[in-house]
């Protein structure tokens, strides 16, 4: 087995994951190390979203190691609540539990599974909330806000447990336009922060500002990966230049 | 789009842990075998080594008494309390369904129905369905009327389908409530009138929701067609007694039990399957 890098918060070596006989994922290699912006993108079905879900162990992998913080998490004897509660997760479509309100959504995970305080979870909740615009939102409940404002309450659920990775899955593909600005700007502002993140993402503009890494998959495989400049300006494969064509335009 | 050959052949690690989770699964199976096996152990010396087994054995689980009591209850059982449910619980369907689609109307004209379905529920589910059977049975045959029947049967059967009419019409009602408004937005959206939004979208997703206590109050109804026996019908929990009291020797009691439950683990496993099956089909990620 190979070493992991001292340093390397993340790094994932042949996975491969399979629905039946068909296989979603195929030899996916990737390293991602602290303060890392990794940005998977790719056309609908080429694995962007499963690749996430296997980190966070919501599926299982049929192939391969992925090692977090040092220690294999593909392990079944792993205890996934306990790896989870140091990875965060938002989902396209928000997923906000909608019989809570927003502060409640926030302070759930960090009371009930890391047994903060009452008083801390809320006051560190506020702070967030008041950091992303919503400080106004807070006793609101999810359904009675906008896409935009359920997106980014979803966010600051997510960084309310303090993950050491944040998982984005498309984040922004139910918004209309005028809010995935709105969303993508504290996306930004977290990558700002150094906070290290994996997402999937339809937004090349903001790939191409943001990331440290691109990966482009295809058929389950990482086709390429690299730093922007290099993968927006000078793919080394056919497949991404035709993707890229037809994306941007 | 040509696949490429298929070559892949799992990794040393990967074997490694097929290993690790087979041996997990393999405790798991252990575990609860022995938790099983110790706790019915447990229930079964409980029971056998108490001081008035013998007698209790005798009285209620007696091979004899149950081969003797079995053709007279199951003719009773068949005739009246099969009978009974099976009819009763399709009127008791449409019935509850009529009442909860008039509860959630919005028309203005159906104003008097709706008072009608409200006051229906609150008193229908207030009286003791054993005091409805009574009233009915003893007291529709007193009014003397004319080109009204006075079977036993017919009035048992009205006082099931009205009591557990209006259980059942609440619980529809639930179910219709838990659908998320955008449903009807994106039913009206399409054109459909109230009426069709309820019937194509709202309903058939609430009734599916609400399987579970709809199956509860069948299965209900299904012990509570006994009540009809206690206004005089000859039904199985009736000639059980009357072979309890003929021969001193209860197991006639526990033939009827028997019977009851044989009628409802099935249906409760069909309905567990046909969720199940629904599940799978709308839900990705369900398991």
Known sequence: ?249 | MSEPVETWQPSARERERQAVRRSLRRRALLVSTVATVAFFAVVWFGTVSSPGWPSVKSTFFNWDDAKAAFPSIWHAFWTYNVKLFLIGEVLILILALAVALIRQSRAPVLLPLRIVAVIYTDLFRGIPTILLVFMLAFGIPALNLQGVTNSLFFWGLVALVLSYGAYVAEVIRAGIESIHPSQISSADALGLSRFQAMRYVVVPQGVRRVIPPLLNDFISLQKDTALVGAAGLFDALFAATDYANFHFNFTSYTVVALYFIVLTIPLARFTDHLQHRAMERERQGAR
């Open chain 1, 1 to 249: 087995m190979t070493h992991p890098m001292p340093d390397a918060l993340l790094e994932v070596t042949d996975v491969r994951k399979t629905y039946g006989e068909k296989v979603v994922l195929r030899d996916i290699a990737l390293t991602v190390e602290p303060h890392d912006v990794v940005c998977l993108i790719g056309s609908s079905g080429s694995g962007k979203s499963t690749l996430l879900r296997c980190l966070n162990l919501l599926e299982d992998v049929d192939d391969g190691v992925i090692r977090f913080e040092g220690r294999e998490i593909s392990d079944p004897r792993v205890d996934r609540r306990e790896v989870r509660s140091r990875m965060g997760m938002v989902f396209q479509s928000y997923n906000l539990f909608p019989h809570l309100t927003v502060l409640d959504n926030c302070v759930l995970a960090p009371r009930r599974v890391h047994g903060v305080p009452k008083a801390e979870a809320e006051q560190r909740a506020r702070d967030l909330l008041t950091q992303f615009g919503l400080a106004d939102q807070a006793d609101k409940h999810p359904d009675r806000m906008s896409g935009g404002q359920q997106q980014r309450a979803a966010l600051v659920r997510a960084l309310c447990t303090q993950p050491t990775l944040l998982l984005l899955d498309e984040i922004t593909a139910a918004l209309d336009p005028e809010l995935v600005g709105e969303v993508l700007t504290i996306v930004r502002d977290l990558a700002e922060q150094g906070t290290t993140m994996i997402l999937a993402t339809h937004e090349m503009a903001f790939a191409r500002d943001v990331a440290t890494t691109v990966c482009f998959l295809d058929g389950g495989r990482i086709l390429e990966q690299g730093p922007p400049a290099e993968i927006f300006t000078n793919p080394r494969e056919e497949r991404t230049r035709r993707f890229l064509a037809r994306v941007l335009g």
